[in-house]
């Protein structure tokens, strides 16, 4: 299901969701995450703070959920992605496609003070946790749809799974890179070239 396919009361509590994600991100860039308060984030998004907490326990929690709305795009992209595709360019196309929406961001070279305020986000013991949540969840999703393209059950073959946590370590190095490159590079392209690594079984680069 797509944003297109939503229904009107759907599409506004998916905005309002991205909306408190994205003022939580902007606030903590601007002013360190340990200054920013659940009501700061809820004002800059123009909702109560009973709204926040309709949507997020904490701070951190709409912070990650950055995280795993992308990776549910993901997910959503490769279900539709055409049966007779073959797997790995499938997966690659709908990993890739997460960030979509973003504006071209990921094709650009973000700013060294993004990548260090970034940098100092993910430092946070407590958002760490919620990251990790956010991946495991994701993971799950992944696995699920990657299940029903092989014909392979998540719950008792590990093929799904392995696809699925491959997939996601790979984007967290990646993400990991991405961050510390001196200059900034962009992550899309990045991200491509790691994937198809994966998908070839990772040959060793001596080797050649």
Known sequence: MTTETLGLRERKKLATRQALSDAALALALEHG???VRV???????EVSTRTFRNYFSSKYEALAARH????RRAALELRERPRDEPLWDAVIHAT???WDGDDGAADRSPSA???AGVRRLLAEPAFQAEVLKAGLAADSEFAAVIAERTGTDPRHDLYPRLVAAAVGATTQVVTDQWLRADPPVPLRPLLRDALRQLAAGLPDPSAT
Not at 39 to 45: F, H, K, L, N
């Open 96 to 98: 890739l496609a997460q």
């Open 33 to 35: 995450l340990e200054n």
């Open 68 to 71: 795993l709305d992308r990776a």
């Open 113 to 115: 003070e993004v990548t």
């Open 39 to 45: 009501e700061d984030i809820a004002a800059e998004a």
